[in-house]
C-alpha cells in the first residue's frame, strides 16, 4: 500500500441506511404527487428527475429515517447491484425505496472518490462474492459490507485522484463515442449501397413478382407446437424459427431447435440454399438456409429458379425492401404478411449475370464491412479494459 494511506472498514468512512422492508411501501399507499420514492432506476441510470411513486407527508415522516439527502450516494441492491449514483442539489424531497442502499460520506472521504471506489473492480468483485440469492441475487447484509476494506488516501490525494480519473474518463468516452460512430458507419455503409444499387435499377431490368422467380414459394407446413409434444423434437432434422433468421447475416448458419422423424412427418424438408422469409411478429427477416431444415408456417420459403435469379441476389434484394414490406405488414393487432402480401409486388431483376456481378461487389463489401465492424468492437472492448484498469490503479497507489 502506497506511503500515507491507511486500511480503513467501509463501515467506518460513511453511514449505512438500507431501504425499508417491502411491506412499508405498498403500491396502494402510494399517491398521484407528494414525497417521492427513489428506486434502483435512479442509481442504474443516474437521474433523479423522473418519479414513479409518491407518498403523503404523513408516511414521508414516518419514514423520515430513509430521506436522500443533497451528498449522499445511492447503490442498487438487487438484481442489478452494485450501481452507484451520487444524489445532486435540489432533489425533490424523498425517501429511497427496499432495493436501495444509502450511503452518506464522512468527513475523511470525498463522495467522488467513494463513488469512484464503488465503481472499481476490486469492490465489485467482493460485492458479488457476498451477494445472496439464487434466481435474483441481493446485496449482503450491511453487517457484511460495512467490513469489506477500503484503502484511504488523505483527502488532497482523493481529490487528485478524482480529477486524474475525470479528465481520463472524459477522453476515454470521446473515444468510445468515436468508436460507436464508426462501428455505425460501417454497417450503414454496406446499406447504404445496398440501396444505391437495388432502388436505382437500369432501365434493361425487367420487374417480377416473387412467384415468377421461383420453383417453390409457400409457407412452412409445421405449427408452433407445445414443448410437451416432446416426440416431435430432439431429432437430427433442423428446425429453424424466426429467431435463428432474424439474428443471421445472410446465411442462416444456427439453429436452436430440432425435429425427430415424427416432426419431420408433420412438416417438411426444405432445401439448402432456401430463402426463408418471416411473415409473424418481426416480419421481413431474411436468410438462406444454409442446410437442409424444416420451419413452421410462420415463415415462407422461398426456392429461386436458377435460370431467372441468383440466390444470394434476391436475398439481397428482400434486406433492401425490409422496410418496405415491414410498414406493409403492420396495421392489425400483431404485424403479419402472408404469401397473398407479395402477390402484386413487383421487383427489379436484372439479368443473372449482372446478378451475379452484383453479389459479388456486395460480398466483396460486406467483407470489408465486417472487418471494420470487428475493428471497432476491438477498440471499445479495449476502452473498456482501460477504464477498468485505470480505477484498479487509482485505489492500489499507482494512478
Request: charged share 25%; with cysteine; glycine share 6%.
Given at each position: ?12 468512512v ?29 442509481a442504474?441510470?443516474n ?17 423520515k ?5 443533497s ?11 452494485g450501481?452507484?449514483a ?7 424531497k ?10 452518506t ?5 470525498s463522495?467522488?472518490?467513494l ?5 472499481s ?43 486524474v480519473?475525470?479528465?481520463s ?5 470521446k473515444?468510445?463515442?468515436n ?11 454496406f ?14 431490368w425487367e ?25 416431435l ?5 433442423p428446425f ?19 425435429y425427430?422423424?415424427?416432426g419431420?412427418?408433420q ?10 422469409i ?29 435460370k ?17 414490406l ?6 392489425s ?8 402480401s407479395?402477390e402484386?409486388e413487383y421487383?427489379?431483376?436484372?439479368s ?5 456481378s452484383?453479389v ?10 465486417k472487418?471494420?465492424?470487428t475493428?471497432?468492437?476491438q ?5 473498456e ?15
Amino acid at each position: 500500500m502506497k506511503k500515507g494511506w491507511e486500511v480503513n472498514k467501509f463501515g467506518d468512512v460513511c453511514d449505512f441506511v438500507r431501504g425499508p422492508f417491502g411491506g412499508s411501501l405498498k403500491k396502494n399507499i402510494f399517491k398521484p404527487q407528494g414525497y417521492a420514492v427513489y428506486e434502483q432506476q435512479h442509481a442504474i441510470y443516474n437521474q433523479f428527475e423522473e418519479i414513479r411513486y409518491f407518498i403523503d407527508k404523513n408516511k414521508f415522516n414516518e419514514m423520515k429515517r430513509f430521506e436522500l439527502n443533497s451528498g449522499d450516494l445511492i447503490m442498487s441492491c438487487s438484481g442489478t447491484m452494485g450501481k452507484v449514483a451520487i444524489v445532486p442539489d435540489n432533489i425533490q424531497k424523498g425517501i429511497i425505496n427496499q432495493a436501495l442502499l444509502k450511503l452518506t460520506p464522512s468527513k475523511h472521504i470525498s463522495k467522488d472518490f467513494l463513488k469512484l471506489w464503488i465503481q472499481s473492480e476490486s469492490f465489485q468483485e467482493s460485492l458479488k462474492a457476498y451477494s445472496q440469492g439464487a434466481a435474483i441475487q441481493n446485496v449482503a447484509s450491511v453487517k457484511i459490507l460495512k467490513n469489506i476494506d477500503i484503502h484511504l488516501p488523505p483527502l488532497p490525494e482523493q481529490k487528485r485522484i478524482v480529477a486524474v480519473l475525470d479528465e481520463s474518463f472524459a477522453a476515454l468516452a470521446k473515444a468510445k463515442e468515436n468508436a460507436e460512430k464508426n462501428l455505425e458507419n460501417a454497417r450503414e455503409l454496406f446499406e447504404s449501397v445496398l440501396e444505391e444499387i437495388i432502388t436505382n435499377p437500369k432501365e434493361n431490368w425487367e420487374r417480377k413478382t416473387l412467384k415468377e422467380i421461383a420453383t417453390t414459394f409457400s409457407r412452412g407446413r409445421s405449427k408452433h407446437r407445445p414443448r410437451n409434444e416432446k416426440k416431435l423434437y430432439g431429432g437430427k432434422y433442423p428446425f429453424v424459427q424466426t429467431g435463428d433468421i432474424r439474428n443471421s447475416n445472410h446465411y442462416i448458419t444456427q439453429y436452436t431447435q430440432t425435429y425427430s422423424e415424427a416432426g419431420l412427418a408433420q412438416s417438411k424438408l426444405w432445401p439448402k440454399g432456401t430463402i426463408c422469409i418471416t411473415i409473424a411478429a418481426n416480419i421481413a427477416e431474411t436468410g438462406i438456409l444454409g442446410f437442409d431444415a424444416c420451419f413452421p408456417d410462420s415463415i415462407i420459403g422461398l426456392i429461386v429458379n436458377p435460370k431467372i435469379a441468383n440466390v444470394d441476389f434476391v436475398e439481397f434484394l428482400l434486406q433492401s425492401f425490409k422496410v418496405y414490406l415491414q410498414a406493409k405488414g403492420k396495421g392489425s393487432a400483431q404485424d403479419n404478411l402472408n404469401v397473398g402480401s407479395f402477390e402484386n409486388e413487383y421487383f427489379p431483376i436484372p439479368s443473372v449475370p449482372e446478378q451475379r456481378s452484383i453479389v459479388s461487389k456486395l460480398n466483396a463489401l460486406s467483407a470489408e464491412t465486417k472487418k471494420l465492424e470487428t475493428i471497432y468492437q476491438q477498440k471499445l472492448s479495449d476502452l473498456e479494459e482501460l477504464k477498468k484498469s485505470l480505477l484498479q490503479k487509482a485505489f492500489n497507489g499507482e494512478l
